[in-house]
Every structure is written in structure tokens, then in C-alpha cells.
């Protein structure tokens, strides 16, 4: 059965510290791997990621993926305050379009 | 399993036909949303129900989309005349109630909707 599992689940830290937010995955004829930020209703899209070792990077946000191990890290350096949300990871299958999403990490950032 | 579940899980439609899509939340759920996401881009929110309230229709794309949700729980999007770029993947997601803050969506595994 296909998952993703993320770690932490929940996460609290004070501005300006780093994170590293983790997703691990198995699913059937992987494609590719997906962060949102879920502030509001609607979760933002951060990143899609295909390809092992090459790293997305937007402002202070970065995330990388290893397709051997299976797992995905998401990175937010000098944390804000509006950093604080829910982060949720997904996988898709090799056509795009079976998503499966794990449970997301809720962040924290203190003042 | 008790998570959420979207019925049918693909549908293949001729355009101008209508279509209905149906999610079944995780019980106790009083929050549930609508998604579509599109190849290669993000989730584009439709509707949002939150217990006996109105819903938020504000994502609507257009008149041919509407959506219901009986008794609180199982919710159905309609579209109508369906046209080509309404191929999507139709996500449904359900939460605890929201009140003045931040609840953990919980998705389903989406319906893949291709309009011929």
C-alpha cells in the first residue's frame, strides 16, 4: 500500500532558528514528490522534485530528494514567524495524477 | 480504512456531459474541501463546507461547478457540460472543525477526471 510519513508531526521554534522538515515514501511507479504550505484553506505549492541530488531552492526554503533512500527533506533557514503552518508532502505515480499525501508537520515559530 | 474516500477513482466523460464526483470524510469531520489539481500545477481550492454554515464558494472556476454536502458528511461536486480543461485530479479533504485556527487536512486519494 502505498504511504508517505512525515516527521516531525508537530515542531516549535524560535525566529531565526533553522528547521528540517522530513518525508519518507513508498509508493508504486514513484514520479514525483511534492511540498505544500497550509496556512489558510488552501495549501500553497512549494516544490515538485523528480530528480535525486538536485536541490530546489525558493528564498529560505530549499528540499532536496533521494530517490534510493525514499525520502525527502525540506529545509526553512532564519525561520519567521510567518513560517508557522502545516507542511504537508505527497507522492504521485508515474502518471501524475494518484496522489498520496502524508499526514504534515505543523510548525511552530515563536518571537 | 477510516481515512477518506473518493468514488469513482477515474471516470473518462464526453465533453458536454455532466459528471458527479463524491467524498465520504473521516467521521467527525465537520470541515471538508474541495481541490483540483491540474498536471504540473498546484491545488486550486474550490469550495469549502464547515458544518451547518454556508459553504465558501469562492473557488468556484465557473457556474457549471457545484457541490452539496447532506446531513454533514458525504459531499458530491457536480460539473456540468463538462469541458476538456476540467481534466484534473478532483481532491476532496476533510478536518476536525476549524474555529480560529490551523486544522490537519486529511486527503483522499482524488478522482482523476479526463474530458474526450
Known amino acids: 500500500e502505498d504511504k508517505v510519513v512525515q516527521s516531525p508531526l508537530s515542531l516549535v521554534v524560535h525566529e531565526g532558528d533553522t528547521v528540517t522538515l522530513n518525508c519518507s515514501y513508498e509508493?508504486?511507479?514513484?514520479?514525483?514528490l511534492l511540498w505544500y504550505k497550509q496556512e489558510k484553506k488552501a495549501p500553497t505549492f512549494l516544490f515538485m522534485l523528480?530528480?535525486?541530488?538536485i536541490e530546489k531552492k525558493s528564498g529560505r526554503l530549499s528540499s532536496i530528494l533521494d530517490k534510493k533512500e525514499l525520502f525527502s527533506i525540506l529545509n526553512i533557514t532564519a525561520t519567521q514567524t510567518g513560517d508557522s503552518a502545516i507542511y504537508l508532502c505527497?507522492?504521485?505515480?508515474?502518471?501524475?495524477?494518484?496522489?498520496?499525501f502524508g499526514p504534515g508537520t505543523r510548525l511552530s515559530v515563536l518571537p | 480504512g477510516a481515512g477518506v474516500s473518493q468514488s469513482p477513482s477515474n471516470k473518462v466523460t464526453e465533453k458536454g456531459k455532466d459528471v458527479e464526483l463524491r467524498c465520504d470524510p473521516i467521521?467527525?469531520?465537520?470541515?471538508l474541501y474541495w481541490y483540483r489539481q491540474s498536471l504540473g500545477q498546484g491545488l486550486e481550492f474550490l469550495i469549502y463546507?464547515?458544518?451547518?454554515?454556508?459553504?465558501?464558494k469562492s473557488g468556484l472556476p465557473s457556474d457549471r461547478f457545484s457541490a452539496e454536502r447532506t446531513g454533514g458528511s458525504v459531499s458530491t461536486l457536480t460539473i456540468q457540460r463538462t469541458q476538456q480543461e476540467d481534466s484534473a485530479v478532483y481532491l476532496c479533504?476533510?478536518?476536525?472543525?476549524?474555529?480560529?485556527?490551523?486544522?490537519?487536512?486529511?486527503f483522499g486519494p482524488g478522482t482523476r477526471l479526463l474530458v474526450l
Open positions: 479533504a476533510s478536518s476536525l472543525a476549524v474555529i480560529g485556527g490551523l486544522e490537519t487536512q486529511y
Open positions: 523528480t530528480s535525486s541530488g
Open positions: 509508493v508504486t511507479n514513484f514520479r514525483s
Open positions: 463546507f464547515q458544518g451547518n454554515s454556508a459553504p465558501d
Open positions: 467521521s467527525g469531520h465537520t470541515a
Open positions: 505527497a507522492v504521485t505515480d508515474n502518471y501524475g495524477q494518484n496522489f498520496v
